[in-house]
Nanobody, 116 residues
């Protein structure tokens, strides 16, 4: 069992930046593909970006490339999401995800609100 705890959400003005963190329990964090997803009110949960276990490859939804960057620190069991040039439409609950084989875990989510 893996527990994921997100932090770093909050209120930010359009054009601003935020960095989200997700820390995982357990000893095999380095083997997981990690990802960030988000869900806006009334919408389905959608992929933001993922990163492989080695950190060597990432996959991002097209409309987030260049603004959202994922990274991981396996020594700290932590994955980060750096979000720049934020827009009101980026407002959502952001969820951390860990996948390894058939195992799939989610964090509780952290709210990001982009508003002036």
């Amino acid at each position: 069992q893996v527990q994921l705890v997100e932090s770093g959400g909050g209120l930010v003005q359009p054009g601003g930046s935020l960095r989200l963190s997700c820390t995982a329990s357990g000893s095999i964090f380095s083997q997981y593909t990690m990802g960030w997803y988000r869900q806006a009110p009334g919408k389905r949960r959608e992929l933001v970006v993922t990163i492989s276990s080695s950190g060597g490859t990432t996959s991002a939804a097209d409309n987030k490339k260049g603004r959202f960057t994922i990274s991981r620190d396996n020594a700290k069991n932590t994955v980060y999401l750096q979000m720049n040039s934020l827009r009101p439409e980026d407002t959502a609950v952001y969820y951390c995800n860990a996948q390894y084989g058939a195992m799939n875990y989610w964090g509780q989510g952290t709210q990001v609100t982009v508003s002036s």
